[in-house]
């Protein structure tokens, strides 16, 4: 298994610019999340998804769009990149509740700058 | 002390210490807990978890340490190494809510040979 995967590693946008990252697991997790990471921040949850299908927001989501047509993919939206947006960005997945482990597996991260 | 602004608190160990990071959290109705290692560069990596029926939950080299009264968690490594050297976050959770965790800011270990 590939586990989660991210692409890309690295990306350089301009301020009004859009773009995709992606992200793909391959353990039939349910769940799925997207993450962003700050200098001396923790992780803050930007959206998840409970299913294909099924979107909600978490702590930061303005700016960011996602959508779950298959279990596998949830890619994440920057309609317009702005420079507060610059940060590290990271996908994880995880079982469903009732199968006993909560445990969340990260992506390696996207790592955007917008200038 | 807790840093704050852009640096994270650090832990700094020699190499064989035994280390112990700390972490608060913040809701009461939280009743289960993670600790994620992260290495420079890497997403987090699940270390341990305990529910909030345990008060103490050991791993290899690893224990973790609930206190409910103080809303308090700790992470013990036993004969810390030079590979443990990472930033640690505790995660918090509500069995029953959205089961996606929240994150604590994390804790910068550095080990030194």
């Known amino acids: 298994n590939a586990g989660v995967t991210q692409t890309p590693k690295f990306q350089v946008l301009k301020t009004g610019q859009s773009m995709t990252l992606q992200c793909a697991q391959d353990m039939n997790h349910e769940y799925m999340s997207w993450y962003r990471q700050d200098p001396g921040m923790g992780l803050r949850l930007i959206h998840y998804s409970v299913g294909a299908g099924i979107t909600d927001q978490g702590e930061v989501p303005n700016g960011y769009n996602v959508s779950r047509s298959t279990t596998e993919d949830f890619p994440l939206r920057l309609l317009s990149a702005a420079p507060s947006q610059t940060s590290v960005y990271f996908c994880a997945s995880s079982l469903a509740p009732g199968r006993g482990v909560y445990e969340q597996y990260f992506g390696p991260g996207t790592r955007l700058t917008v200038t | 002390g807790e840093s704050v602004g852009l640096h994270l608190p650090t832990l700094s160990v020699q190499e064989g210490d035994n280390s112990i990071i700390n972490c608060a959290y913040s809701n009461s109705a939280s009743d289960y807990f993670i600790w994620y290692k992260q290495e420079s560069g890497k997403g987090p990596q699940f270390i341990i978890d305990i529910r909030s029926n345990m008060d103490k939950r050991q791993g290899q080299r690893v224990t973790v340490l609930l206190n409910k009264t103080v809303k308090h968690l700790s992470l013990q490594i036993a004969a810390t190494q030079p590979g443990d050297s990472a930033v640690y976050f505790c995660?918090?959770?509500?069995?029953?809510?959205?089961?996606?965790?929240?994150f604590g800011r994390g804790t910068s270990l550095i080990v030194h040979p």
């Open positions: 995660a918090e959770n509500i069995e029953g809510g959205s089961y996606i965790p929240t």
